[in-house]
């Protein structure tokens, strides 16, 4: 929806096990951000990028790794140092101009 | 405690009756504020958005109010529909240098009554 795909929708995991979440964009934005969502909790900034081949940890990047060769994409790969890692993931994007966010569908990761 | 975080605050009202979600934020130098609508197994999906030096907008049957003097902002919903059941997040924008970042509350669950 709104221009940004995450995939997969839904993905299982065994322990020790890295696994990288997808999400693209159309929209021609800038600025990428990753978020881990918790039950009943607020999103948590994981990573963000503002321009390719840029990234900053945000608040939670324990864990955590991402890359951004092209302005499309930026995957992010939940790797077996994160502890726990079974949350939804949402990808969104920013024009940088009034800070507004746009809101991939998220990608749910449940470890085994 | 982890406990108390997996019970979001619940607003719980009759079909057709206003709807009123509130949101203290934490930043006094913030100056832009969002509210997002979250379905279940979705991504938030924006509502509306204040800048701070605004107390009142308003869009299609929702108002934000912003006030200042205690950081606090409120979402108005008129007449509120079983389709306005969900999660709802308000936002505050943190300047910081060359990047800005979007500061999220923990959320409110709107539950609609028909």
């Known amino acids: 929806d709104g221009g940004i795909t995450q995939s997969p929708k839904y993905l299982f995991r065994k322990e020790g096990q890295n696994v990288t979440l997808s999400c693209e964009q159309n929209l021609n934005h800038d600025a990428m951000y990753w978020y881990r969502q918790d039950p009943g909790q607020g999103l948590r900034l994981i990573y963000y990028?503002?321009?390719?081949?840029?990234?900053q940890k945000g608040d939670i990047a324990e864990g955590y790794s991402v890359s951004r060769e092209k302005k499309e994409s930026f995957p992010l790969t939940v790797t077996s140092a994160q502890k726990n890692p079974t949350a939804f993931y949402l990808c969104?994007?920013?024009?940088?101009?009034?800070?507004?966010?746009?809101f991939g569908e998220g990608s749910r990761l449940t470890v085994l | 405690g982890e406990s108390v975080g997996l019970h979001l605050p619940t607003l719980s009202v009759q079909e057709g009756d206003n709807s009123i979600i509130n949101c203290a934020y934490s930043?006094?130098?913030?100056?832009?504020f969002i509210w997002y609508k979250q379905e279940s197994g979705k991504g938030p999906q924006f509502i509306i958005d204040i800048r701070s030096n605004m107390d009142k907008r308003q869009g299609q049957r929702v108002t934000v109010l912003l006030n200042k003097t205690v950081k606090h902002l409120s979402l108005q919903i008129a007449a509120t529909q079983p389709g306005d059941s969900a999660v709802y997040f308000c936002?505050?924008?943190?300047?910081?240098?060359?990047?800005?970042?979007?500061?999220f509350g923990t959320g409110t669950l709107l539950a609609v009554q028909p």
């Open positions: 930043n006094s130098a913030s100056d832009y």
């Open positions: 936002a505050e924008l943190l300047y910081g240098g060359a990047t800005n970042k979007l500061i």
């Open positions: 969104a994007t920013s024009s940088g101009g009034t800070g507004e966010l746009f």
């Open positions: 990028s503002q321009i390719v081949n840029d990234f």
